[in-house]
């Protein structure tokens, strides 16, 4: 985002519409931008707020590598080979829709910098590098953080996006069931090393006894499972073995 200070009267309304309090008042009281830290969400911008039209969209002409900030945390903005608007699959963030889940294996997205705390790739690096080392984990190519990793093998991103910061970013990979105790081990672990917050998304196919897999670990190590997150409730579908 860009502010025409030629327009902009000082008001403030925009300070509040910025989620990563990128929006600020200098020494002499005057509202800027600063640009290190804003995500290129677009919210300020979305929301009208300004009644001068001081404020600037740049978007798509925004030039590579800043142009990540702006894919990955403006909801009308949409990675180029992705699924559509939004940081993860549809199997993801709404239902499964590819048969991806099939008994045995467990989904994981972990989305760093939601709740409105912004995430800078070379954290989310940390962890993609750490799990990647288990041996067994696979990224989801179709996912837009997958996308700009420069060897998704080995969890590693351009050295040109890491410094980079994001809205939000979420790390999206299958494990076999047997493994997803170890796995949220390592979840453990990284979240101790990162200087931002995540979110962890866990999906699994209901057993036809009617048991959840994950459940028990994360029971056992005393994580709480809020089934009013967001209920995957097509989970399985198509219909496959």
Same mark, same amino acid.
């Given at each position: 985002?860009?502010?025409?200070?030629?327009?902009?009267?000082? #008001?403030?309304? =925009?300070?509040?519409?910025?989620?990563? +309090?990128?929006? &600020?008042? *200098?020494?002499?009281? !005057?509202?800027?931008? %600063?640009?290190?830290? #804003?995500?290129? =969400?677009?919210?300020?911008?979305?929301? +009208?707020?300004? &009644?001068? *039209?001081?404020?600037? !969209?740049?978007?798509? %002409?925004?030039?590579?590598?800043?142009?990540?900030?702006?894919?990955?945390?403006?909801?009308?903005?949409?990675?180029?080979?992705?699924?559509?608007?939004?940081?993860?699959?549809?199997?993801?963030?709404?239902?499964?829709?590819?048969?991806?889940?099939?008994?045995?294996?467990?989904?994981?997205?972990?989305?760093?910098?939601?709740?409105?705390?912004?995430?800078?790739?070379?954290?989310?690096?940390?962890?993609?590098?750490?799990?990647?080392?288990?041996?067994?984990?696979?990224?989801?190519?179709?996912?837009?953080?997958?996308?700009?990793?420069?060897?998704?093998?080995t969890g590693t991103f351009k050295d040109e996006t890491l410094r980079e910061r994001i809205l939000s970013g979420i790390l999206e990979f299958?494990?076999?069931?047997?493994?997803?105790?170890?796995?949220m081990n390592v979840i453990r672990e990284i979240a101790g090393d990162i200087h931002t917050v995540f979110s962890l998304m866990v999906c699994?196919?209901?057993?036809?006894?009617?048991?959840?897999?994950?459940?028990?670990?994360?029971?056992?190590?005393?994580?709480?499972?809020?089934?009013?997150?967001?209920?995957?409730?097509?989970?399985?579908?198509?219909?496959?073995?």
């Open positions: 985002m860009i502010m025409d200070k030629s327009k902009c009267v000082d #008001c403030g309304l =925009c300070i509040e519409r910025c989620p990563v +309090k990128a929006i &600020k008042r *200098d020494e002499n009281n !005057k509202v800027y931008i %600063d640009r290190d830290e #804003c995500v290129e =969400c677009c919210i300020c911008y979305i929301s +009208k707020c300004c &009644k001068k *039209d001081a404020l600037i !969209k740049e978007g798509e %002409d925004l030039p590579w590598p800043r142009k990540a900030r702006y894919w990955m945390s403006c909801t009308q903005a949409v990675f180029q080979g992705s699924e559509g608007p939004g940081r993860g699959t549809h199997e993801c963030k709404t239902n499964d829709v590819t048969g991806r889940y099939p008994e045995g294996v467990i989904g994981i997205g972990m989305e760093f910098g939601r709740p409105n705390a912004g995430a800078y790739i070379f954290d989310i690096e940390k962890a993609s590098q750490r799990l990647a080392k288990l041996g067994y984990i696979t990224f989801e190519r179709r996912n837009p953080i997958t996308m700009m990793m420069s060897d998704p093998k299958n494990v076999p069931e047997e493994k997803f105790e170890e796995v699994g196919k209901v057993r036809a006894d009617g048991t959840v897999p994950q459940r028990a670990v994360a029971e056992k190590m005393g994580i709480e499972i809020r089934p009013n997150s967001k209920n995957n409730v097509g989970l399985g579908r198509p219909y496959i073995a």
